[in-house]
T-cell receptor, first 109, second 114 residues
Framework: GQNIDQPTEMTATEGAIVQINCTYQ??????LFWYQQHAGEAPTFLSY??LDGLEEKGRFSSFLSRSKGYSYLLLKELQMKDSASYLC??????????WGAGTKLIIKP | DADVTQTPRNRITKTGKRIMLECSQT?????MYWYRQDPGLGLQLIYY???????NKGEISDGYSVSRQAQAKFSLSLESAIPNQTALYFC?????????????FGEGSRLTVL
């Protein structure tokens, strides 16, 4: 079966750096997405990786290793507003999105 | 105004009732989706549509039906609601012409079935 694994919850301190990991096993691969979802709100797009390597976008970076079935989202200079759930999703060979359950990130002052 | 609008935002109903959740979008996207979100689970695809004449079942379509009334409108119906359909429902759109297939979500419809 297809599976996306990410930690359920993480805690970090304001101003610090946190890395949220995502491992996947899917039928084919056509890209990996990260979305941010604040409590009670809609998910919003953060990043897309289809080739190996690091994509940087401001304070957020996303890394992909297709051979390892692994990605991470790196958040730098954490702010209280970064408290949210972070969803990892993989597009399989049929161009269907398979979603992880999300990682709830708690930022402490 | 939101680009993807869902109504109602909250609904409480009873077992056996028919419920319709509506979604409209002003993004001009051809692709629309209905997802369900439950605590501790990933988003699950219920139905999707790539244009007005195209309707496809997702991974959890049983107990649900959809209608694509126009490019901008995609509604989800529960013909006879049951308690395990209590969840947060999201409509989403995407532009089929882009490489990333980024999804744009509505604000969600929280449904409680008693």
């Amino acid at each position: 079966g297809q599976n996306i694994d990410q930690p359920t919850e993480m805690t970090a301190t304001e101003g610090a750096i946190v890395q949220i990991n995502c491992t996947y096993q899917t039928s084919g691969f056509n890209g990996l997405f990260w979305y941010q979802q604040h409590a009670g709100e809609a998910p919003t797009f953060l990043s897309y990786n289809v080739l190996d390597g690091l994509e940087e976008k401001g304070r957020f970076s996303s890394f992909l290793s297709r051979s390892k079935g692994y990605s991470y989202l790196l958040l730098k200079e954490l702010q209280m507003k970064d408290s949210a759930s972070y969803l990892c999703a993989v597009m399989d060979s049929n161009y269907q999105l398979i979603w992880g359950a999300g990682t709830k990130l708690i930022i402490k002052p | 105004d939101a680009d993807v609008t869902q109504t109602p935002r909250n609904r409480i109903t009873k077992t056996g009732k028919r419920i319709m959740l509506e979604c409209s979008q002003t993004k001009g996207h051809d692709r629309m989706y209905w997802y369900r979100q439950d605590p501790g689970l990933g988003l699950q695809l219920i139905y999707y549509s790539f244009d007005v004449k195209d309707i496809n079942k997702g991974e959890i379509s049983d107990g649900y039906s959809v209608s694509r009334q126009a490019q901008a409108k995609f509604s989800l119906s529960l013909e006879s609601a049951i308690p395990n359909q209590t969840a947060l429902y999201f409509c989403a759109t995407s532009d089929g012409g882009t490489d990333t297939g980024e999804l744009f979500f509505g604000e969600g419809s929280r449904l409680t079935v008693l």
